[in-house]
């Protein structure tokens, strides 16, 4: 019974097996227990004359060891590897032979793999006792085993997927698995069995079979002297005789005899134990232009497909005909069984020829290829220019993601393809369609040369290299020492799997597929000659080399194939070299010199020495490309004077940074190198220009700016007069400077050309890279030179060029300062490092000289601290005095420090306003930089000492020295760039006029910081108090500077406590600017404020306690997150709904909306929870100073914590997930369906909305997102009611047996998936799903739409595994079944049914009885309403023939969806669309090919045939035949009266035709007949006869043919063809149906663009016409393009006449109804209704409208609009008579209640008025 159960499996959970999810798809396949793969396509049988048509068909099957049959195919198809199940069996023929594999040639061009493992037991237990003993002398290999054409059965024992995805077969040929389904009993003699040799013994071999029990023998004398088999050797072998009841078995082997044993019946064969390989007697029953269907061992069937038909003999195959066959495959679930007629696999003593007979073409490229037969299902044939014959699979006619499209590649008269392989068992070559496939450069590894740089992807790294993959099939080793010029230690960090990367061959061995490659640059990148063989390596001739092995007397260097050679010891250098190991390392990559070569003794002796010393062309190539003007970043490699050798990271190409491209500042450029060690990375570099010998980058921001905004010239070609660049000077001459740009462009300044003053000295002037602006003047296009002008006055320089030229250049500076600092651990550097111009410091006299002085620090031992004479004029100084001085300029490099003691810069420093002019004086000069004091306000800064990039300074004179005064506007008071110093313009000045200025300034009248003023309180405001001050002006008091903040109550407002007018004492803290109110932080004690800011917090104005300023800045910094702060609201922002309160007059904070309120009741008007300058406490959130940040919380929360409650908003709802929820603090969440309530709703998410506030229970966050809850029983745990539906947190808490709610998550192939908690779905499979019979799961994904509730029956639980499987069907929930009975499906078998059913199979009953047993067993119990057919005597044919059309249609509906998965080729021909109202074939089903138009008859004839034995027949089945023939006879008359009928071929159509020559529908069902048969040109032909054919009077019917030939072409033409016939038919039709039938077809073949274009052609053309702006509208709105149809409808509004207005707003508003924005359509048609309320045809439309998209509450409200119209009474009536029925469908008894008081109420108002 074993066998029995494997191939009836019972239903229910099967066991779930170890491998992957492939088993559970294959479960599923065989879903309705005794259906073959056919998926239930129903079928009548004739001849029945029952009531059989209702009910699927099912194949007949046997049970146990008796007699089984199979259904025919429908289609002849080939094997296709997706049909592929583990357990089928095959014959297979050997391809190639490996040490550990066996490469097998399967039937229909697959391929498959026999692993060492899979032989049979007693070999691999033999291996195994080889390997324990570690010899292997007298093992046996696979070589000796197996030979390439050797032909044997084997099974599929497992299907891997292959790491890309591809399915890898695993065969075995153990006779255990391959005569698994025979036994002891079933063997017979005669049969012909294969097996393994178990042992040899003496007189014979015991040989496997595969049978438990049963041993057979095999004597020597049987098998040929001369050889001697060897355990685990195949064998088939003949069954001679059977002892003890089947336990011992004597075979025999000699080749002629099993070559010619037929498989009998009487040797008991059946479909369970049938074999590969098995010769048969067969008797064609069918010829298909696929294959033939064939009967054989008298009542099976089989299927040859047109591979394995005798091509010479194919069209002398003819039904009844008697063949020999062999069978290929048989496949035990779906009981297929595939024969073969080939001569090579029947005749006797014939040999499978392994290679082709033309020598190996694998990978050839073929063109002019003609394509001779299309097999939809299967492929096609193509004939090779040679005239052979190869075959394309289905999957190759096209690429791989591309839809398939038959007809058009047949259509193609010639190809190109690909020859991919070549199939032993079908003796046929396989070839490729794809244009991938044909352009590829390496398709096999004999396409590999050594040599050859090639391109692939890193697959995965290996302890010994790395493997790369070229292409799908091919891939190569990089060794570890190849995978970089030197050994990696870390490869992992430099490669991931992905990367693209280049290689280069070292050498390929195709044969054993062995591909070595090398990533060493210099190898890959070299530009001299390859030796690839000793011949290439002349006398002379130097190559790049890589050392392998090093020796005392020399270096082997080895370069590709297997070519070496040797280096001897004096050959390794011009130096002596000693001992190589030191000098070299193996893997090194050194040019190498041939000195002598003997290609015979493959010999070479090499030289380094000569290849260096001779090597003229030493001009290396650059290394791999790198864009000029492109960003890098890289690394250090040495460092010399003159710059620095990069390496661009992350290809390492090597690179130049000369030192002058540190900066656009030339003096910090040694500061910058000195900086910079080997090793270090640099960032922010950009390639500046490559030649041949190197690449150059730079580091100078100008220079990079001007490359990024493309403020360059690429080439000499684009450079033109007038153009200004930017560059550095490259070389000073005599008469002038030559000019570098980007991309190595170089320019000459003349001596005239370089500055506005006269120049005598060229050198002075400017100097070697130094960056500079430079305007082209000449072009010199002969001798590609030109000249430019570096004139001030000539060029422009970008605004604000200088300020960001001296923020780059000091923070250049201070860059170098803090590397140089942590490099050199010295204590002295990093102090230094942390001082700033204008800090002051504590220090010691040392020396006092007229000169100047020097001084000591404890914080600076070591520094020179030095003062000028200038700076220290005025003081006296005595050694060892104690003085404080102000830092000028800290020159790291020298470890000196200059300060000044000067009084007016030591004194308390000043606050500075933006834009207030000074007159600064010059203190320090260093090179690019100078240090100037700003007036009296002790203020320092820093300034370039040159104001443009091109200024120069010929004499001393012009320079700026020290001492020097210049005019200067603040730009910023503190910038956050130069450490807080002012950034400041200046120019030089006459001081007399500038001192003027700055006397003015400080007698302006203000107030400065820290002053105590008096005044009267003038206004008060929530935030703020004015007061008039005693001088006039006005201050203003920031509300918290009323009161202490300790005394600040919660919820109080402290202006209040301030009356109008009262008198009072303040204190400045700040000011404000009278222009701009920008509040200016607390600052210098010397300046005035125009409005200052006071405080009245007595504290605060006790004077004698120290009163310091405090930035926003430091304020800021002091708040920490989480603490709490009192604050002050001061403003709501309405849109954003954020709340502003303020800490200080110079901090603002921000309060977000969920951070305010706790209740969601306080959403809608926050404001009035907050009064402007109420006093709150808030915790702190986020605080940062820059960018400024300061966002705060009032609930007294600060940060989300697992477990507790929040408010959060939705933001979006989405049926997969739930509702995505934004909560407080920048966090979001989402809910699941199974959160939202305790008791779940069929709509769960119906009533929630966008931005709708809830209360959320925070279940726990994953990578922060937060899991919440919506149920009661979370929010309030106290108070709620028992939980219906509770949350299911782990499989464990299920348990089998239990009922469950859900919801559906999504239907698939694998079943119904049903979500039962957030984290856990359970799976019900379809037959535990609903009680009917579903062949697709689409039945049930149409009425399961996610989020459906279900009630489900918890059916198992595999803890393991952590699933759940289900059960929906009723008798386990006790509720309906999920899919309605209106559906008419049929019930699936089970319990007693099935076992009655499964034993009247037993009894062999005559085909018609047990039809008939079967048509009842199938009529469910609850449905009587089946009509039987009358079973009368008299019944006449004709009714029964029409009886079976009605019939024929009740089938249609089931049958539809599994038609179109069974032929996807069927339905892939997609039929010609006519848009003017008709389908092309009126009743009949789609446009199926040849094959499947025959099907009703074969599959209805061989229902019979199947079970007919060879015996006399009984009265009963003459009588059956009779009536069928009679039933044809009248089927073929009515066929030829019908005129429904559709004729089935040419001459049908024809005589059709003479009857109604003007029948458009007959031309189109005619095209269509050839476009079945994929015949495009004679359908066109058949158009064009249509077109002169029928008369010109029938302007419809032309009509109807024009678009039938439009939609031809548009699907099977060009575009150029398309056109001409659009032409064509706008000169013989009305033009507008023409263009409106084509913009229809390209939008449902979606093209957009090109019916986009037509409708705006349309709406010039036809713009009075009001159907061609609707159709454009619609069109719009289909694509979703809302906003342009409200423009079109006002472009229609605009053309159309004013009396058409109405109507097309009101369509308009539909189509927004149907396809746009129901809202809109909504309010347009509230205006066009206000403004003509009399228009009742209008409202009734918005009413259907309403009722359909509407909900209950607007229905209503509209009705209620509509009967208090002004209209006549007739029209009422019928709006109430609408509104009743409306509320008798969707309403309640009390709403019907209260419109029949309405209508009451209207009737008597109109009686009273009537009387009146």
């Known amino acids: 019974m074993a066998s029995v159960e494997e191939d009836f499996p019972r239903g229910g959970t099967a066991k779930k097996p170890t491998t992957e999810s492939k088993i559970e798809v294959q479960r599923t396949e065989v879903d309705n227990l005794f259906q073959s793969n056919e998926q239930a396509e129903t079928k009548k049988r004739k001849g029945a004359g029952k009531d059989a048509g209702k009910k699927l068909k099912k194949p007949k099957t046997g049970k146990g060891d008796g007699l089984t049959l199979n259904a025919a195919a429908k289609c002849v198809e080939i094997l296709h590897i997706k049909n592929l199940k583990e357990g089928i069996l095959m014959l297979g023929c050997v391809k190639e032979v490996t040490d550990f594999e066996v490469t097998v040639s399967l039937p229909c061009g697959m391929q498959g793999f026999l692993s060492i493992m899979n032989i049979c037991d007693s070999y691999t237990k033999l291996l195994s006792e080889q390997l324990d003993s570690a010899d292997t002398e007298d093992i046996c290999s696979l070589r000796h085993l197996f030979y390439p054409g050797m032909v044997f059965r084997c099974v599929v024992a497992k299907l891997d997927v292959a790491k890309r995805g591809s399915l890898s077969i695993q065969l075995s040929i153990n006779p255990k698995l391959v005569n698994k389904a025979l036994t002891s009993s079933s063997l017979k003699a ?21 049978l438990s029990g049963t041993k057979a023998f095999l004597p020597k004398k049987t098998v040929k002297d001369t050889e001697e088999l060897k355990v685990g050797q195949y064998l088939t072998s003949q069954v001679e005789e059977i002892k003890n009841e089947g336990r011992v078995v004597r075979l025999s082997v000699s080749p002629l005899t099993v070559a010619q044993a037929c498989a009998e019946s009487k040797q008991g064969w059946n479909l369970t134990n049938l074999l590969p390989g098995l010769l048969v007697k067969a008797t064609i029953k069918k010829v298909t232009k696929h294959g033939l269907i064939l009967d054989f061992l008298s009542s099976f069937s089989g299927q040859v497909d047109f591979l394995h038909m005798e091509p010479e003999q194919t069209s002398s195959y003819a039904e009844g005909a008697e063949v020999r066959a062999c069978v290929l495959y048989v496949e035990p ?30 990978g050839e490229v073929v063109k002019d290829c003609k394509m001779i037969a299309m097999h939809h299902m299967s492929g096609a044939m193509v004939e090779l220019p040679d005239k052979t014959l190869a075959f394309v699979h289905r999957n190759h006619l096209k690429e791989a993601n591309a839809p398939a499209n038959e007809n058009r590649v047949l259509a193609m008269t010639e190809h190109t393809c690909r020859i991919m392989d070549f199939s032993a068992m079908d003796q046929i070559h396989f070839v490729s369609l794809r244009k991938s496939v044909i352009d590829r450069r390496f398709y096999r590894y004999h396409d590999l040369e050594a040599g050859q740089v090639v391109e692939g992807t890193v697959s995965i790294l290996l302890d010994h290299g790395m493997v790369v993959h070229l292409s799908d099939h091919i891939k190569g080793l990089v060794p570890r020492t190849h995978l970089s010029d030197i050994l990696l230690k870390n490869p992992e960090k430099k490669y991931v799997e992905g990367m693209k990367i280049k290689c280069r061959v070292l050498s390929v061995d195709a044969e054993s597929k062995k591909l070595y490659l090398t990533r060493k640059k210099a190898l ?35 370069f590709y194939n297997s070519v070496k050679g040797l280096v001897p010891i004096n050959e390794l250098s011009s130096q002596p070299v000693v001992c190589p190991e030191e000098v070299f390392y193996v893997g090194q990559v050194l040019k190498a010199k041939v000195l002598q070569c003997d290609p015979d003794k493959a010999k070479m002796v090499l030289s380094f020495k000569a290849a260096v010393e001779g090597d003229t062309e030493e001009a290396a190539t650059p290394q791999i490309d790198c864009e000029v003007g492109k960003r890098l970043e890289a690394k250090v490699l040495k460092k010399s004077v003159n710059g620095l050798e990069v390496a661009i990271l992350p290809d390492e190409i090597r690179a130049v940074l000369p030192t002058m491209h540190l900066s656009d500042h030339m003096s910090n450029c ?22 041949k010998q190197n690449i150059t980058v730079t580091k100078k921001p100008t220079v990079r700016w001007s490359l990024e905004e493309g403020v360059v010239a690429k080439d000499f070609s684009e450079v033109t007069v007038g153009m200004q660049l930017i560059g550095f000077i490259k070389n000073i001459m005599s008469y002038g400077v030559f000019v570098e740009f980007p991309y190595g462009l170089v320019g000459l300044a003349p001596k ?373 702060i009192t604050c002050f609201v001061s403003k709501f922002n309405p849109e954003r709904k954020t709340l502003e309160v303020t800490t200080d007059p110079c901090v603002t904070g921000t309060v977000h909306l969920l951070a305010m309120i706790t209740d969601a009741k306080d959403a809608s008007h926050p404001e009035k929870k907050y009064k402007l300058g109420q006093a709150v406490h808030a915790t702190v959130v986020e605080v940062n100073a820059k960018p400024q940040r300061f966002v705060l919380s009032l609930t007294g929360v600060h940060k989300l914590e697992k477990g507790s409650v929040t408010l959060g908003m939705v933001t979006n709802i989405q049926p997969q997930v739930g509702l995505l929820v934004k909560l407080p603090f920048g966090n979001s969440g989402t809910v699941a369906v199974t959160d939202l309530a305790d008791a779940y709703r069929p709509n769960p ?48 808490k299920l348990k089998a047996g239990q009922i469950i709610r859900g919801y559906v998550k999504s239907v698939g192939e694998q079943g119904v998936f049903i979500r039962l908690s957030r984290s856990i779905t359970g799976r019900a499979q379809l037959q535990q799903s609903t009680k009917y019979f579903v062949n697709n799961h689409k039945v049930l994904f149409e009425h399961l739409t996610p989020n459906t509730l279900l009630t489900t029956k918890i059916h198992s639980i595999d803890e393991k595994e952590e699933l759940v499987h289900l059960s929906l069907l009723p008798g386990d929930t006790g509720k309906p079944d999920v899919l309605p009975e209106s559906l008419g499906l049929p019930l699936r078998l089970i319990g007693e049914e099935k076992k009655e059913y499964d034993s009247k199979k037993k009894k062999k009953r005559s085909a018609s009885e047990s039809e008939q047993q079967q048509a009842e067993s199938q009529v469910p119990k609850k449905k009587k309403k089946t009509k039987k057919a009358k079973t009368d005597d008299n019944d006449s044919g004709v009714e029964v023939y029409f009886r079976e059309e009605e019939d024929k249609g009740d089938q249609e509906e089931p049958k539809s969806d599994s038609v179109k998965q069974v032929t996807p080729g069927s339905a892939g021909l997609s039929r010609l669309q006519v848009a003017a109202g008709f389908s092309w074939d009126v009743h009949l089903s789609s446009l199926k090919p ?238 066009v209704l206000t403004s003509y309320p009399k228009r009742t045809d209008l409202w009734s439309v918005f009413i259907d409208l309403m009722v359909k998209h509407g909900s209950q509450k607007e229905v209503r409200a509209l009705f209620d609009r509509v009967i208090h119209l002004s209209v006549s009474v007739k029209k009422i009536k019928f709006f109430f008579k609408r509104y009743m029925e409306y509320e008798k469908k969707h309403g309640t008894p009390q709403s019907i209640q209260a419109v029949k008081e309405k209508a009451m109420e209207f009737v008597e108002a109109k009686g009273t008025e009537a009387a009146n």
């Not at 001569?343 to 190996?360: I, W």
């Not at 040694?670 to 030649?691: M, R, V």
């Not at 005239?752 to 000449?778: R, Y």
């Open 752 to 1124: 005239s050309a370089m500055t506005d003053k006269f120049i005598s000295d060229t050198t002075t002037a400017f100097q070697l890279g130094q960056t500079v602006f430079a305007k082209v003047t000449n072009l010199d296009e002969e001798k590609r030179r030109f000249l430019v002008t570096l004139k001030i006055s000539e060029v422009i320089s970008p605004e604000g060029d200088a300020q960001t030229r001296l923020i780059n250049g000091l923070q250049e500076r201070r860059a170098g300062t803090e590397m140089l600092a942590t490099r050199e651990n010295s204590d002295l550097r990093q102090q230094l490092a942390a001082l700033t111009v204008g800090q002051k410091l504590k220090l010691t006299v040392d020396t006092a000289k007229d000169s100047g002085a020097t001084f000591k620090s404890d914080d600076l031992a070591g520094a020179t601290v030095m003062a000028t004479k200038h700076h220290v004029m005025g003081v006296n100084l005595t050694s060892g005095q104690k003085a404080t001085a102000v830092v000028l300029h800290v020159d790291i490099l020298s470890t000196c420090v200059h300060v000044s003691l000067l009084s007016k810069l030591v004194a308390k420093k000043k606050s500075l306003a933006e834009g207030s002019k000074y007159t600064a004086m010059v203190q320090h000069i260093n090179k690019d930089f100078a240090i100037i004091s700003l007036g009296d306000t002790a203020q320092l800064t820093v300034i370039q000492t040159s104001s443009h990039l091109n200024e120069i300074f010929l004499s001393e004179s012009e320079k700026l020295k020290a001492g020097m005064s210049l005019a200067v506007e603040v730009i910023e008071p503190s910038c956050q760039e130069l450490q807080g110093l002012p950034l400041v313009s200046w120019e030089r000045s006459s001081p007399k006029r500038q001192r003027t200025t700055s006397e003015n300034q400080t007698s302006a009248k203000g107030h400065c910081f820290g002053d105590i003023v008096r005044g009267k309180v003038r206004t008060v405001k929530p935030a703020s108090i004015q007061v008039t001050l005693e001088d006039g002006s006005t201050g203003s008091v920031h509300v918290s500077e009323v009161v202490e903040l300790a005394e600040v109550c919660k919820g109080s407002f402290p202006t209040s406590t301030v009356k109008v007018g009262t008198e009072v004492t303040a204190r400045v803290i700040g000011g404000r600017e009278a222009s701009s109110h920008r509040f200016l932080p607390f600052s210098h004690p010397k300046f005035t404020y125009t409005i200052p800011e006071l405080t009245l917090i007595p504290s605060k104005l006790n004077t004698s306690e120290d009163f310091k300023a405090v930035t926003a800045k430091e304020k800021l910094n002091s708040y920490t997150v989480g603490e709490e």
């Open 190 to 210: 005669g049969m012909a069995v294969s097996g393994c040799v178990d042992s040899v013994e003496d007189h014979g071999y015991i040989v496997d079979i595969g």
């Open 333 to 362: 679930s779906s009981r297929l069984v595939g024969l073969s007629l080939r001569s090579y696999l029947v005749q006797p003593g014939a040999r499978v020829d392994h290679a082709p007979a033309g020598g190996d073409r694998i």
């Open 670 to 691: 040694p500061l910058l190198w000195e900086s910079i060690q080997e090793g270090d990375n640099i960032s922010n570099l950009i390639c500046f220009s490559k030649n």
């Open 524 to 558: 890959v990148e070299s530009s001299l000659p390859l030796f690839l063989s000793y011949a290439d390596a002349h006398l002379g001739r130097v190559s790049h080399g890589y050392i392998v092995c090093i020796k005392d007397f020399g270096c082997i260097v080895r």
């Open 1245 to 1292: 998410l119906d009533g929630h909305s966008k931005d709708q506030l809830l209360r959320c229970f925070l279940l726990g966050d994953d990578n922060g997102k937060w899991q919440l809850s919506l149920r009661p029983s979370r929010l309030n745990p106290q108070q709620t009611k028992p939980v219906k539906d509770p949350e299911v947190l782990s499989v464990d």
């Open 1490 to 1727: 040849a094959s499947t138009a025959q099907e009703g008859d074969s599959s209805d004839g061989e229902d019979q045939d199947g079970s007919s034995k060879p015996q006399k027949k009984s009265r009963h089945e003459l009588q059956q035949e009779k009536k069928a023939a009679e039933k044809a006879l009248v089927q073929r008359e009515s066929e030829l009266m019908d005129p429904s009928l559709r004729p089935q071929d040419a001459p049908a159509f024809e005589r059709l035709l003479l009857a109604s020559p003007s029948s458009s529908l007959l031309w189109l069902q005619y095209m269509a007949h050839h476009l079945q048969a994929t015949q495009i040109e004679q359908a066109r032909a058949v158009a064009e006869r249509a077109l002169k054919t029928i008369s010109f009077r029938e302007e419809q019917e032309k009509l109807n043919v024009w678009v039938a030939l439009l939609n031809l072409e548009n699907m099977y033409g060009t575009e150029e063809s398309l056109k001409k016939v659009f032409e064509r038919a706008l000169q013989f039709c009305e033009p507008m149906p023409v263009y409106q039938q084509l913009a229809d077809i390209y939008a449902k073949s979606d093209k957009t663009k090109e019916a986009e274009g037509l409708y705006k052609t349309m709406a010039k053309r036809f713009r009075q016409n009001k159907a061609v702006w609707l159709s454009y509208g619609t069109f719009l709105l289909q694509q979703g393009q809302s906003d342009s149809a409200s423009a079109l409808l006002q472009r229609a509004l605009k053309s159309l006449p004013t009396k058409e207005s109405v109507d097309v707003i009101a369509k308009f508003a539909q189509l927004e109804f149907r396809y746009g924005d129901s809202e809109k359509g909504r309010t347009m048609f509230d205006k």
